[in-house]
């Protein structure tokens, strides 16, 4: 036994998406998020599924993402560029027909200029100050970017996981008053935005993380599965420490196994203490350090320790391996290691 193996399960992406499209009005469109490789998952084979499930729009980052996405697709689907139209970038955007969404004037210049017959959208800010036109620049640009017919005008929530954060509300009104009215379809909500309600909903909704398993959509199937192989196991006597910086000591014979995945395959080092892996329905804590390659598991609990453990699955979500390093789900997900064996369902 070898790599460790990362199982993929894009009926539940699939599932997930229509989950997230049930909480929106049939007129709302569902689009689907597949920036950074769909999250560490695989932007390409999610996109697929997705198109077939009936998903119509997607979103990438960057333009060398979109190339990817549109060669797995075909010419059909909206697919839309959340860095908008950088600087030779031009001929890419045509050629894949990417559509940027335009989030400062220089942009607009940079679009009008090249591509004058292109299709685009434009990203606002509302107040999250990352990406997007402000509202005085709006202001300014807004007539001859109307007259152009964006396909999409669309801002982004800073704090739409905490529904009762008053940000949600600030930017949803500010929203509402750069954009009440313009003959463009509008989008504000990513996950969390979708589950803020209907007035967050708008024309489309733009679901990342909760297609693929993690908060803040709690209804969502779990979409990954890593079994990790034990490699090697052995009883550590009280007072024998266990790893790097010999950071736990067993305190009564303890049954250790070591497994084949480490911080190299993003099972970040920041997780122990307090990690744990199963062994079917039995959680096994992980001990000491991890290693680049290597985990150490206290097994004793196991009547017979099994060819390999789960790190991620039904038992052990994304964001509860996260949590045990002090960050988010989406963090995990984007660290999924290249060693991994990766299986896809179905096949
Ligand atoms: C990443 C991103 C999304 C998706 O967000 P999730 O929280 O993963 O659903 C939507 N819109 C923008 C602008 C993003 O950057």
């Not at 695989?42 to 996109?47: D, I, K, L, P």
């Amino acid at each position: 036994m070898g790599a460790a193996r990362l199982t993929i399960d894009l009926d539940a992406i699939c599932a997930n998406w229509r989950a997230l499209d049930a909480l929106s009005d049939n007129e709302v469109e569902t689009a689907a998020v597949v920036k950074a490789d769909a999250y560490g998952i695989g932007a390409t084979r999610v996109a697929k599924a997705l198109v077939e499930a009936g998903a119509r729009s997607f979103f990438v980052a960057l333009v060398e993402e979109g190339i990817a996405v549109r060669g797995m697709l075909g010419t059909q689907p909206d697919i839309y560029v959340f860095a908008g139209h950088m600087a030779g970038k031009s001929d890419a955007l045509v050629s894949a027909r990417l559509i940027p969404l335009l989030n400062a004037p220089d942009q607009m210049s940079r679009h009008v200029e090249n591509t004058p017959s292109h299709p685009f959208g434009v990203q606002l800010d509302t107040g999250m100050n990352r990406l997007g036109f402000e509202p005085s620049e709006w202001n300014d640009c807004k007539g001859e970017l109307l007259e152009s017919a964006p396909l999409l005008v669309m801002s982004h929530l800073a704090c739409a996981d905490e529904p009762d954060h008053p940000m949600n509300a600030l930017q949803l009104d500010a929203f509402r008053g750069m954009t009440d009215g313009i003959p463009a379809r509008r989008s504000l909500a990513a996950t969390g935005g979708i589950l803020l309600g209907p007035k967050y909903h708008f024309d489309l909704t733009r679901p990342g993380v909760g297609l693929y398993g993690g908060q803040p959509f709690g209804e969502a199937r779990p979409t990954v599965h890593l079994d990790v192989p034990v490699i090697q196991t052995r009883t550590v006597q009280p007072g024998e420490t266990v790893g790097y910086g010999n950071t736990w000591t067993a305190t009564s014979p303890t049954r250790v196994a070591t497994i084949s995945a480490g911080y190299a395959d993003g099972l970040l080092r920041a997780a122990a203490p307090g990690a744990v892996v199963f062994a079917g329905n039995t959680p096994c804590p992980v001990v000491g350090r991890i290693s680049m390659d290597l985990i150490t598991v206290d097994v004793s609990g196991l009547h017979e320790v099994p060819g390999s453990l789960q790190v991620i699955g039904r038992n052990s979500s994304v964001d509860a391996f996260a949590e045990a390093a002090g960050t988010i789900g989406y963090e995990v997900l984007t660290s999924l290691g290249a060693r991994y064996e990766r299986v896809y369902l179905p096949q």
